[in-house]
Nanobody, 124 residues
Framework: QVQLVESGGGLVQAGGSLRLSCAAS????????MGWFRQAPGKEREFVAA????????YYADSVKGRFTISRDNPKKTVYLQMNSLKPEDTATYYC?????????????????WGQGTQVTVSS
């Protein structure tokens, strides 16, 4: 069992930045691939970014490449999402997820632990 708690969301103007954090507790954090996903009102949840257990590889959705950066601190059991050059279309609830072997890359994981989400609102 892994418990995940996201923080760092808020209201920001277009072009601004936010840094999301996801703190994990429970089983060994470094055993898990970590990911960020988001869901806008009326839309399906979508993949944003992922990072492998030792941060050797990272993956990004095309819509956030070059603007968002995922990172992790295994001793602190925390994963981060640095979001720069935010756009109104980035407005969504952002969720953190942990999976020992993700069900897919670039898709919503079906075999993951999930946090409760943090709201990000980007005003134009």
């Amino acid at each position: 069992q892994v418990q995940l708690v996201e923080s760092g969301g808020g209201l920001v103007q277009a072009g601004g930045s936010l840094r999301l954090s996801c703190a994990a507790s429970g089983r060994t954090f470094s055993n898990y691939v970590m990911g960020w996903f988001r869901q806008a009102p009326g839309k399906e949840r979508e993949f944003v970014a992922a990072i492998t257990q030792r941060a050797i590889r990272t993956y990004y959705a095309d819509s956030v490449k070059g603007r968002f950066t995922i990172s992790r601190d295994n001793p602190k059991k925390t994963v981060y999402l640095q979001m720069n050059s935010l756009k109104p279309e980035d407005t969504a609830t952002y969720y953190c997820a942990a999976a020992s072997s993700p069900s897919g890359w670039g898709t919503v994981w079906t075999n993951a632990y999930w946090g409760q989400g943090t709201q990000v609102t980007v005003s134009s």
